[in-house]
Structures are given as C-alpha cells and as structure tokens.
C-alpha cells in the first residue's frame, strides 16, 4: 500500500520511521516532511492544509491511505473533504472528522464536552466582548493564579496563567477587545488553576473501541527546571513512572471510556489518535486540554514502544476492527531530547548546517526542523532534532540521548540537560 503522511516535524518523522518498517508498505509519500523523512520516502512539497493539491497528489500516487500529523487540517475538515469527494471518499483518512476535531480547535466545545459527559476538568466559565464585565467579576471570585485561554487554535500560545488580578484583567480585555490573538481569542475561557505533574495520554480509537498507548510526560519549558518561556516540547519519557496501574485504571474508567462513549453519543465521528493532557492532582487525574492528533515529541518516544505492524493498525482503525488488535508495547524506557535553535522559541536563525549525525550510535534520530540544501542538511525550524534512546529506566536512556547530543552539532544549538529532573 502507498501512504501519505502529512506535516514535517518530528512526529511525521517518527510516524514515516515505523510506517517504513510496516511489510504492508509500498511506497512512503510526506508533504512537506523534512531533511529526515526524505531518506525513508518522497517528500512532497504541498502545504497540509491546501486539501486540492493533496487530493491530486493522492490520485497521482495512488495513495491508499492518509495520516494527518498536525491539527489544523484537521480542524480544517480534510477528513470531511475526503468523504464529501466521490474520487476520494473510499481512502481512509486517519484524524477525526471537523466536528469532533472541535475538541482541539475549541476550548469552549471541549470544556462543554467534558462537562455534559462528567469528566474531571478544571471549573471554568467562558466570555466574550460583549460579557467583559462578567469575565472581570468572575475572576474576581478565584484566587491566583488566573488561566486564560483563548478559545481557538492559537499556536501554543493561546493560554496565559497569571499571578496578579490586575494583569488578568487586562489580559483578558486584550485578548477579547484587543483580539491579542486573532480571532482565536473572541471567546476567552477562565479556568481553576490545578496543581499537579502533567503527563500525556494516548488513545487510538475507531470510533467505537480504543486503545491506551503508552503514556509519554514532555517538557514543556526552554529553561531547566522548567522555567521561562513554553516551547513546543523539550523533551519526553515513556512511560511515566507514576502513571501506575491504579492511576491509569482511574484515567480509563473517568476520562478514556467516557471520552470514546462521548464522541459515539453525540455522533462526532473519530476515527485517530485522541491526545489527553492530563494533570495529576494529589491522585486524581483531570483533564487539562485534549488535542486531536499525537503529541510532539511524545511521538518519538511512544511509536518506538510500540511493537504492532503500523500499517495493520492504522487499517483496524479506519475499518472498525480495533477490537480484535493487540498492543505490543516494549517495556523498555523510552527517552527523547530535543536540539534547537538558539533564540528558541522566540527569534531564531535557520540555515546552519548539522554535523554529525552519522557518529552517533545506539539512538534514533528524528528530524523536526530540517531540510537539504544542496547535500548538506540545514536547520530549518526552533526545534531541529529529537534524540531518542532506550534503556532498562529513564536515567539510562536518558544516559544515550545525551553521549548522542554531544556528537551532534550546528551554530548556536541549545538543549535542555534535565529532562526528568522531577521523576
Ligand atoms: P494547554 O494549551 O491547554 O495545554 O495549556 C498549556 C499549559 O498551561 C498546560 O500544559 C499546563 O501546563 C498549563 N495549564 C493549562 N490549564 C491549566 C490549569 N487549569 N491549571 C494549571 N495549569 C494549566
Ligand atoms: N508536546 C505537546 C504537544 O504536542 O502539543
């Protein structure tokens, strides 16, 4: 069979890794992928969200199935575009649907979603322009911090947490006068602040059965010790060491299976990876946001765990069948480190080129921002390459993503050396 993976970070990277390990594969399409995917198939230079280009790339290379990456075409409808297109409506198409890609795309819908299906989230109230004066008085009733977070798709960026009432105040008037972030920010949700450890849970699901995948814990910040500006992720482990059996049997039973039943209730049609962010308070998890796609890099460390046939799997979705699937996981820990650009994630430069990649040994390489000029592979993004290595527990894999970071090099890359400092 011919694939397509869309997107052209780490996690499309990861995703064209294990997919080319998959006898069931022909030939590996990506668009636009990176320097990385290029040496498992043929990157394809279409945008994921231009759905007309896609669909004639997929007809041209008689591609028998699509992988989503990313979140905005999903939330862009291209399951739903596929479907509606009598040449392409019979090719599977792994994401949800837009209605229930909503779960990703709208804080406001997901927030609503887990309060009619009882799952345990912060409390939370939704404003905009016109209710200001409302949002003001219920921030009024909480105590800091304050979590503003702007309703729709805002790059990462859309969430503010806030000591100081004031700066709240102001915060939300710029977010929903002020539209501080687009459109995404004309409604505004303010939420309890929870106290806990994050970790990321993921589900694959066909609509009607699901699967736990192993869970990853990321680390968000540029800073060690987690400070200072959030990035897309700095680094991940899997598994989590405290997401233990009684934990994770409180995660399915609150939070997974009303999750699924919820999505069947209300014929939101799924048929992907579900991404729970996931905050352990004293115990009890709650869910902090879901997204619709798989989390990156938890990617890097989850799919290496997983022992199935990809391709088998990714066909037990898209026809119902998860049921009868087995997961295969590798008890082994998974840990992965991520290089980036100097200036990350603010201002950073591109184009400087990456040496030694061919020393290393005994770990993967996933591109994330990478690309090829001339022979030479360039940084081409803030987060550049994601280290990932094995070992009996995090310390030794973590052990080999660092020795394997050290014979890496390019101008001005950055690190973080305390990835899982708190575990
Ligand atoms: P989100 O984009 O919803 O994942 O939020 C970004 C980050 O903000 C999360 O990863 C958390 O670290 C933090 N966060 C979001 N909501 C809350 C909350 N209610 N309480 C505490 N931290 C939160
Ligand atoms: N690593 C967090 C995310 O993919 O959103």
């Keep these: 069979m011919n694939i397509l993976i869309l997107g052209s970070g780490g996690r499309e990277h990861t995703f064209a890794w294990k997919?080319?390990?998959?006898?069931?594969?022909?030939?590996?399409?990506?668009?636009p992928g990176n320097a990385g995917t290029a040496s498992l198939g043929d990157n394809l230079s279409i945008s994921v969200n231009d759905f007309k280009a896609i669909k004639g790339a997929v007809l041209e290379n008689e591609i028998g199935m699509v992988i989503v990456g990313p979140e905005d075409p999903l939330v862009n409808g291209i399951h739903d575009y596929f479907l509606n297109d009598p040449e392409i409506a019979h090719i599977p198409v792994i994401g949800p649907q837009q209605q229930a890609a909503q779960l990703?795309?709208?804080?406001?819908?997901?927030?609503?979603?887990?309060?009619?299906?009882?799952?345990?989230?912060?409390?939370?109230?939704?404003?905009?322009?016109?209710?200001?004066?409302?949002?003001?008085?219920f921030l009024e009733t909480l105590s800091p911090p304050y979590v503003l977070k702007a309703d729709g798709l805002a790059a990462g960026k859309g969430v503010l947490i806030?000591?100081?009432?004031?700066?709240?105040?102001?915060?939300?008037?710029?977010?929903?006068?002020?539209?501080?972030?687009?459109?995404?920010?004309?409604?505004?949700?303010?939420?309890?602040?929870?106290?806990?450890?994050?970790?990321?849970?993921?589900?694959?699901?066909?609509?009607?059965?699901?699967?736990?995948?192993?869970?990853?814990?990321?680390?968000?910040?540029?800073?060690?010790?987690?400070?200072?500006?959030?990035?897309?992720?700095?680094?991940?482990?899997?598994?989590?060491?405290?997401a233990d059996e009684s934990f994770m049997k409180k995660v399915r039973d609150q939070i997974v299976i009303p999750t699924v039943k919820g999505l069947q209730k209300e014929a939101l049609p799924y048929k992907g990876f579900i991404f729970i962010g996931l905050i352990n308070v004293d115990g009890a998890p709650k869910v902090i946001e879901y997204n619709v796609r798989m989390g990156d890099p938890e990617t890097e460390v989850v799919l290496p765990r997983l022992k199935n046939d990809m391709i088998s799997l990714m066909l037990a979705v898209?026809?119902?069948?998860?049921?009868?699937?087995?997961?295969?996981?590798?008890?082994?820990?998974?840990?992965?480190?991520?290089a980036v650009s100097g200036g990350y994630p603010?201002?950073?430069?591109?184009?400087?080129?990456?040496?030694?990649?061919?020393?290393?040994?005994?770990?993967?390489?996933?591109?994330?921002?990478?690309?090829?000029?001339?022979d030479k592979v360039v940084t081409n993004g803030g987060r550049v390459l994601a280290v990932t290595s094995f070992g009996v527990n995090h310390k030794e894999a973590l052990a080999s993503s660092y020795e394997n970071l050290a014979r890496i090099n390019f101008k001005e890359m950055y690190y973080r050396k305390d990835i899982g400092f708190d575990l």
Aim: hydrophobic share 40%; proline share 2%; with cysteine.
């Design 104 to 137: 990703e795309g709208s804080k406001e819908f997901a927030k609503a979603f887990m309060s009619r299906h009882n799952i345990p989230t912060a409390a939370y109230q939704s404003f905009t322009k016109d209710s200001l004066e409302e949002g003001y008085a």
């Design 318 to 338: 898209s026809n119902g069948k998860l049921a009868e699937v087995e997961l295969d996981i590798d008890e082994r820990t998974a840990t992965t480190v991520m």
């Design 162 to 242: 806030l000591d100081d009432l004031n700066e709240a105040k102001n915060e939300l008037k710029a977010m929903l006068e002020d539209a501080k972030f687009g459109a995404a920010s004309a409604t505004v949700v303010i939420e309890e602040f929870l106290d806990g450890i994050e970790l990321s849970c993921f589900v694959l699901t066909d609509g009607k059965d699901y699967k736990v995948l192993p869970t990853a814990k990321d680390y968000k910040r540029i800073g060690e010790g987690d400070t200072g500006l959030n990035t897309g992720g700095m680094g991940a482990i899997s598994p989590v060491p405290f």
């Design 19 to 31: 997919i080319a390990q998959s006898n069931k594969l022909n030939k590996l399409f990506i668009a």
């Design 346 to 374: 603010e201002a950073y430069k591109k184009g400087y080129t990456i040496e030694g990649i061919e020393e290393t040994n005994g770990a993967v390489i996933f591109h994330a921002g990478t690309r090829f000029e001339d």
